[in-house]
């Protein structure tokens, strides 16, 4: 298969142009940085009947929204209050959940991705003919969905109107998937991962020191500059890398604790993981040594989010639950 260059597509005229309001940075006040492992339960929030897959703080940070495989809602909450505000419910299950400035967007088993304002009023829904839909990816300019499938492609999508603008065919089922602006990564079911250029469709594959071969590569992280990939393994090992040029950082085994999620830090200087020990893990890029863990949950934790400012960090759990950490 050949790989078009994504940027070219966008300015052929392959999909609508994107809403420059996807764009439009936040400013934030000075804040102090998230307390890492002193951190402390601020809030408690309890509404969805099953695990909270998917989180995403508003550009403001003000709000958090969630997503629920299980119960199929979608609900806004005020991070402050701990207050939910809004909440809708999906047609289908809901496997990736994105904020923009001025919109949500949400990805399904059943190939979908779904707008609504930030109030949770649904504005469209466009359906992509292609296999059923796993994990999804939001570039962080906002331009660009990556969702992987069932049937062992990768689909990347105009974010601003849901157009297919490339597939890319693989030779197992991929597993967790993660964009920057410039670069795609891509989990597998072995000890594997691999990172395509949009640019360039050049591709470079990355093996796992010490997992185990048959684990998963359950999820995948990119650093906001794409400098740094951290992943999460069913085997409870964790690892960070460097992308340019390829070499491992951190490469850490949470014993019978298989890794969830992963998600760095806004400013880049630490990654969390939730772990099946109902834990949330914490590893400083700069020294590469885990900071410690952190517990609030009763069961595993299956969601990462970190507030745009870097000062709140929200965590979702098989225990029905969301805890506003700061």
Same mark, same amino acid.
């Not at 992509?128 to 990347?156: C, E």
């Not at 400098?227 to 490469?251: C, E, F, G, Y």
């Given at each position: 298969?050949?790989?078009?260059?994504? !940027?070219?597509?966008?300015?052929?005229?392959?999909?609508?142009?994107?809403?420059?309001?996807?764009?439009?940075?936040?400013?934030?006040?000075? @804040?102090?940085?998230? @307390?890492?492992?002193? @951190?402390?339960?601020?809030?408690? !929030?309890?509404?969805?009947?099953?695990?909270?897959?998917?989180?995403?703080?508003?550009?403001?940070?003000?709000?958090?929204?969630?997503?629920?495989?299980?119960?199929?809602?979608?609900?806004?909450?005020?991070?402050?209050?701990?207050?939910?505000?809004?909440?809708?419910?999906?047609?289908?299950?809901?496997?990736?959940?994105?904020?923009?400035? /001025?919109?949500?967007?949400?990805?399904?088993?059943?190939?979908?991705?779904?707008? #609504?304002?930030?109030?949770?009023?649904?504005?469209?829904?466009?359906?992509?003919?292609?296999?059923?839909?796993?994990?999804?990816?939001? /570039?962080?300019?906002?331009?660009?969905?990556?969702?992987?499938? #069932?049937?062992?492609?990768?689909?990347?999508?105009? =974010? @601003?109107?849901?157009?297919?603008?490339?597939?890319?065919?693989?030779?197992? +089922?991929?597993?967790?998937?993660?964009?920057?602006?410039?670069?795609?990564?891509?989990?597998?079911?072995?000890?594997? #991962?691999?990172?395509?250029?949009?640019?360039?469709?050049?591709?470079?594959?990355?093996?796992?020191?010490?997992?185990?071969?048959?684990?998963?590569?359950?999820?995948?992280?990119?650093?906001?500059?794409?400098?740094?990939?951290?992943?999460?393994?069913?085997?409870?090992?964790?690892?960070?890398?460097?992308?340019?040029?390829?070499?491992? *950082? *951190?490469? /850490? #085994?949470?014993?019978?604790?298989?890794?969830?999620?992963?998600?760095?830090?806004?400013?880049?200087?630490?990654?969390?993981?939730?772990?099946?020990?109902?834990?949330?893990?914490?590893?400083?890029?700069?020294?590469?040594?885990?900071?410690?863990?952190?517990?609030?949950?009763?069961?595993?934790?299956?969601?990462? =989010?970190?507030?745009?400012?870097? +000062?709140?960090? =929200?965590?979702?759990?098989?225990?029905?639950?969301?805890?506003?950490?700061?």
């Amino acid at each position: 298969m050949r790989f078009l260059p994504l !940027l070219f597509l966008l300015a052929c005229g392959k999909s609508k142009a994107l809403d420059a309001r996807f764009l439009t940075p936040h400013v934030y006040p000075a @804040a102090m940085p998230f @307390a890492g492992v002193k @951190a402390k339960v601020e809030k408690k !929030l309890e509404g969805h009947s099953e695990e909270p897959s998917a989180l995403a703080f508003s550009a403001d940070g003000r709000f958090l929204y969630s997503a629920s495989y299980g119960d199929y809602t979608i609900r806004k909450w005020d991070v402050a209050s701990g207050a939910e505000v809004a909440s809708t419910k999906s047609k289908n299950r809901v496997n990736g959940l994105f904020a923009t400035q /001025s919109s949500i967007i949400t990805t399904d088993v059943y190939q979908c991705v779904t707008y #609504f304002t930030t109030d949770l009023a649904r504005t469209n829904s466009v359906e992509v003919k292609s296999g059923n839909w796993t994990r999804a990816a939001l /570039s962080p300019n906002g331009m660009i969905l990556a969702v992987s499938s #069932f049937d062992k492609k990768i689909f990347l999508i105009n =974010a @601003a109107d849901g157009t297919l603008l490339q597939t890319i065919e693989k030779t197992d +089922t991929p597993r967790g998937v993660a964009l920057s602006n410039t670069h795609l990564a891509v989990g597998h079911h072995d000890n594997t #991962f691999c990172v395509y250029d949009l640019s360039t469709g050049a591709e470079e594959n990355y093996l796992v020191p010490k997992a185990d071969a048959k684990s998963d590569v359950y999820s995948i992280a990119f650093n906001r500059d794409g400098s740094l990939i951290a992943t999460a393994h069913m085997d409870s090992s964790v690892t960070a890398w460097q992308r340019s040029p390829q070499k491992n *950082i *951190i490469n /850490s #085994f949470i014993r019978s604790a298989s890794a969830h999620a992963v998600a760095f830090s806004p400013d880049g200087s630490i990654f969390v993981t939730g772990q099946q020990d109902s834990r949330i893990y914490m590893w400083d890029l700069k020294t590469g040594q885990q900071l410690g863990g952190f517990s609030g949950h009763s069961d595993a934790v299956v969601s990462l =989010a970190f507030s745009p400012d870097g +000062t709140t960090l =929200a965590t979702g759990s098989k225990d029905k639950t969301i805890l506003i950490w700061k």
